[in-house]
Every structure is written in structure tokens, then in C-alpha cells.
């Protein structure tokens, strides 16, 4: 998974082919650590998106404006343009973030 630093690093992204998967975490967050293991296999499976990976903290501009405020959040964009997005204040399984995932695929 890629690191993403900036605002203008997350803008040109978006505007890429396909689907970008935004993650929104932190380094404190104990449900972002809780779902870092399985990951790569997540990654994996999807391996026709592009998966990011944002500090919230390293870029609460952008967080602000998009509004995420819950962490670890998941947000999607395909052709410049937010499809779908998983935010609870609850932990997520790896079973809830593949469903996730799959429905974003479906829907795209």
C-alpha cells in the first residue's frame, strides 16, 4: 500500500483509471493496527484497485474537508470521483472491509 503526504499528491490520484482506495488512519489509532495484518491480503484479492494510505493527522485539511473524522476510514474514487466510502465508529472486521470492497466493484 502506497503512503499518500499531501493534498496535491491525494488530488492527482483521484484522477487516475480505475478505482482508488483511500484508508485513513493513524499512528495511535488501536483499530487502524487492529486491521494492518490483514491488509496485504485484502490488497491481494483486490488487485484491480489501488490502494492509499492516508495519516489523518499528516493531512486534517484534507480530512476535514472530506469529513472523515473516524478512523480507520475507507474511501473510494474512480475517474476523479468519490463511488463509495466505509466510515463506523465501530471496529471493522477483515470480512466487513472485503464486503466493503466487493459492493464498491458491484456498484462501479
Not at 499528491?9 to 486491521?35: A, H, M, R
Not at 490488497?43 to 484497485?49: L, R
Not at 466487513?96 to 459492493?103: G, H, Q, R, S
Request: charged share 30%.
Amino acid at each position: 500500500m502506497k503512503t499518500i503526504h499531501t493534498v496535491k499528491e491525494f488530488n492527482e490520484i483521484c484522477q487516475n483509471n480505475g478505482i482508488q482506495v483511500f484508508l485513513f488512519t493513524t499512528k495511535w489509532c488501536g483499530d487502524c493496527i487492529y486491521i494492518k495484518p490483514f491488509l496485504p491480503s485484502i490488497e491481494k484479492q483486490f488487485d484491480q484497485m489501488n490502494f492509499y494510505e492516508l495519516d489523518r493527522d499528516e493531512c486534517m485539511e484534507l480530512a476535514q474537508k472530506m469529513g472523515i473524522m473516524g478512523i480507520p476510514s475507507f474511501v473510494c474514487y474512480k475517474d476523479g470521483k468519490e463511488i463509495s466510502r466505509f466510515v463506523s465508529s465501530l471496529r471493522k472486521t477483515k470480512e466487513e472491509i472485503v464486503a466493503y470492497l466487493k459492493d464498491t466493484l458491484r456498484e462501479a
